[in-house]
């Protein structure tokens, strides 16, 4: 027992550094709603902006408009998205 209180205590005094704030703007490309809330959520927290679409037609209305650093797409067919890069 004494090595498992000690690894223990090594544990409790390991600090955690959180990663740098990111920075630039998001937009992703998802379905289904709950996943989306997610993503966007937890790129938020890193300091990102985040930008949703729900579908193909809405995102490629979005890169038309606006400045864009990334696109995570997960509802998308591969094929649109060559409409989409020439906006970037």
């Known amino acids: ?3 498992a209180e ?3 205590a090594k ?3 390991t600090e955690v550094t959180p990663p740098d ?3 630039g703007r998001i937009l992703i490309v998802e379905d289904e709603p709950g996943v989306l809330d997610f ?3 937890a ?3 890193l300091g990102y902006e985040t930008i949703a679409a729900a579908d193909t037609k809405g995102a490629l ?3 038309a408009k606006t400045a864009l650093g ?3 797409a997960t509802a998308a067919p591969v094929i649109l998205w060559a409409e989409a890069f020439w906006h970037l």
Request: aromatic share 0%; net charge negative.
């Open 1 to 3: 027992m004494p090595r």
């Open 6 to 8: 000690a690894d223990a």
């Open 11 to 13: 544990d409790q005094d």
């Open 21 to 23: 704030k990111g920075n």
């Open 39 to 41: 993503v966007s959520d």
């Open 43 to 45: 790129l938020r927290e």
């Open 61 to 63: 209305a979005l890169v």
């Open 70 to 72: 990334i696109i995570i």
